[in-house]
């Protein structure tokens, strides 16, 4: 074998090791990414169902302390007079 010939073959060997290894690695890590996602969707999921039962325990509170307590509508004075007290005739 030439020495063209057998410097040739080093390279291509060199260079399809190199792609190899750098593919593993590349897979390796995609691989890291995906598994990351996956744990923050599981985590999101978590703090959704512990807002919704937050939200859930919030509404079954107002409801009983709705029973208990008579609620005005919403700040509406039938005085005619606003939060100061003055009348809204002037």
Do not use: P
């Amino acid at each position: 074998m030439s020495r063209a010939a057998k410097l040739t073959l080093a390279g291509t060997t060199a260079v399809a090791a190199g792609i190899v290894v750098f593919v593993h690695y590349a897979q390796q890590a995609e691989k890291a990414a995906m598994h990351a996602g996956v744990i923050r969707d599981i985590e999101q999921q978590r703090v959704k169902k512990e807002r919704l039962a937050d939200f859930q325990i919030q509404q079954e509170l107002e409801q009983e302390y709705r029973k208990i307590q008579s609620v005005s509508g919403g700040g509406s004075n039938t005085a005619g007079n606003d939060a100061s007290g003055r009348s809204h005739d002037d």
